[in-house]
T-cell receptor
């Protein structure tokens, strides 16, 4: 079946630290991959995406590379800020269906 | 361009009642998907509508239903509410033309439903 596994949280870092949130997936076919972010009391915001192998998505200093050989899409940021505190979701879009499959989410807290 | 809007934002109901939630997609988007978010089960797909037709459905009981209108606005209905239906209900829209599965979904702020 189709599934997404994310790094267990919560993750707590100091400002300006390096961030990695691991994400691996299982899918039939060739899914598109996404990272969404959710701030308290809000819906999901698209952070970045990649639609094929070796694509790199990037936005607001965050990056993730679609690795087909390791079925991974790890999220990275070189220097985090307090404003990056949120819950991050890795997701895949099933080929042939407008259906997102989400990981369990990783809560990130950045301390000043 | 305005984003996805959902009404109401908050709702309190009692067991056995029914509820209708509304979603207006981004202008020009014809696909609307619904998701349920709970602390225990995370984010789960309910169903997707395109051109007024349900195109995909998740594993939820028949108490959960939806529809889409000719202007692409969508509603979802939950009948005979149970305590476990308390959740954040998220709507997402996408261009998603004839072939599904390649279009980015953009989410609304959600409707928080509390069932007492």
């Amino acid at each position: 079946g189709n599934s997404v596994t994310q790094m267990e949280g919560p993750v707590t870092l100091s400002e300006e630290a390096f961030l990695t949130i691991n994400c691996t997936y299982t899918a039939t076919g060739y899914p598109s991959l996404f990272w969404y972010v959710q701030y308290p009391g809000e819906g999901l915001q698209l952070l970045l995406k990649a639609t094929k192998a070796d694509d790199k998505g990037s936005n607001k200093g965050f990056e993730a590379t679609y690795r087909k050989e390791t079925t991974s899409f790890h999220l990275e940021k070189g220097s985090v800020q307090v404003s990056d505190s949120a819950v991050y979701f890795c997701a895949l879009l099933i080929q042939g269906a407008q259906k997102l499959v989400f990981g369990q989410g990783t809560r990130l807290t950045i301390n000043p | 361009k305005a984003g996805v809007t959902q009404t109401p934002r908050y709702l309190i109901k009692t067991r056995g009642q029914q509820v209708t939630l509304s979603c207006s997609p981004i202008s020009g988007h014809r696909s609307v998907s619904w998701y349920q978010q709970t602390p225990g089960q995370g984010l789960q797909f309910l169903f997707e509508y395109f051109s007024e037709t349900q195109r995909n459905k998740g594993n939820f009981p028949g108490r959960f239903s939806g529809r889409q209108f000719s202007n692409s606005r969508s509603e979802m209905n939950v009948s005979t509410l149970e305590l476990g239906d308390s959740a954040l209900y998220l709507c997402a829209s996408s261009l998603a033309e004839v072939v599904a599965g390649r279009e980015t979904q953009y989410f609304g702020p959600g409707t928080r439903l509390l069932v007492l």
